[in-house]
């Protein structure tokens, strides 16, 4: 699983270096889940990473300084062409003024760090990547020993009945195919990560119109498949998507469209030291109080 055999390494970067001005709303809602998970581990935190959020990053940035107000925060981008986005999409004299009473934006770069943090935060990215493996060992190395990653991912059953469509219609798969969360887990150990967790569940959104359903799609990522349709489609074509998306995505006449969503969350230790032949390593402390 080295790399994906289904995801585009070309689309897939062009994809992670584009910066959004504002975080999907699933990925957010993702980050409030995931950051409600942090309380289980009690591990001390002064300075973590905040690995290539999706848009502006702020939310999520907010619920991990609230849970670690002292610790501070290094947000990495996904490429220099992020950078120089960012740049030209500085805000105007009147933002920057409201936003002066707000806290500072955290120290931004490109390179992955080399330890010094004790918390790798990776909301909604794993799955867009074309070199897994290669985002994986960063993240180890990023951290100090007794560091850990917690990070969320689609997963599987995401989009399927837009697959099922797809495959119906006779069509090119709409996404690339997802991994499973037992793989992740195993692929993290292999890495050298010790004790990895995971965990799933699935989350039904709903739409009223099918251009309002590829609007949100549009902002959640790209087609990164490559057997994807190698070209631009036809108003004909899109009118012949709308009618198929109202005719199988709705349950019952009258209702909303529906697209299922598996989101995977997982945390993993950066022991002390490497695995011993046995597998053994210290295990992170939980509470659940």
């Known amino acids: ?33 995931m950051a409600e998970r942090l309380s289980w581990i009690q591990l001390p935190v002064q300075r973590w990473v905040h690995w290539e959020p999706e848009g502006d990053g702020s939310h999520a940035r907010a619920l991990v300084a609230a849970r670690y107000p002292q610790a501070t925060c290094f947000e990495l981008a996904a490429a220099p062409s992020g950078a120089a986005t960012t ?11 409201r936003r002066g009473h707000e806290r500072a934006r955290p120290a931004r770069g490109t390179a992955a760090p080399e330890g010094g943090s004790q918390l790798v935060w990776a909301n909604m990215l794993l799955h867009h990547s074309a070199d897994p493996r290669a985002l994986m060992s960063a993240w180890l190395h990023a951290l100090d020993p007794d560091g850990f990653l917690m990070f969320s991912c689609l997963g599987p059953d995401t989009l399927r009945e837009l697959a099922a469509l797809y495959e119906a219609m006779g069509w090119p798969p709409p996404v690339s195919d997802f991994t499973d969360m037992h793989d992740w887990g195993d692929q993290l150990f292999r890495i050298g990560f010790a004790e990895p967790v995971m965990d799933m569940e699935h989350i039904t959104l709903t ?20 057997q994807r349709f190698s070209g631009l489609r036809t108003p004909a074509w ?17 209702a909303p469209l529906t697209l299922t969503f598996e989101v995977i969350y997982g945390h993993a230790l950066r022991p002390l030291q490497r695995l011993s032949r046995s597998g053994q390593a210290p295990s992170i402390e939980f509470s659940l109080d």
Request: aromatic share 6%.
């Open 1 to 33: 699983m080295d790399e994906p055999p289904t995801i585009d390494p070309v689309a897939s970067g062009r994809w992670l270096a584009q910066r959004a001005l504002h975080s999907p709303w699933l990925h957010e809602e993702v980050a409030r889940r």
């Open 207 to 226: 739409f009223e119109t099918p251009a309002r359903l590829l609007q949100e799609l549009r902002g959640l990522g790209r087609n990164l498949h490559p």
């Open 87 to 97: 740049a030209s999409r500085a805000p105007q004299w009147w933002q920057r003024l």
């Open 238 to 254: 899109r009118k012949r998507l709308d009618a198929a998306l109202d005719q199988a995505l709705r349950p019952a006449p009258g």
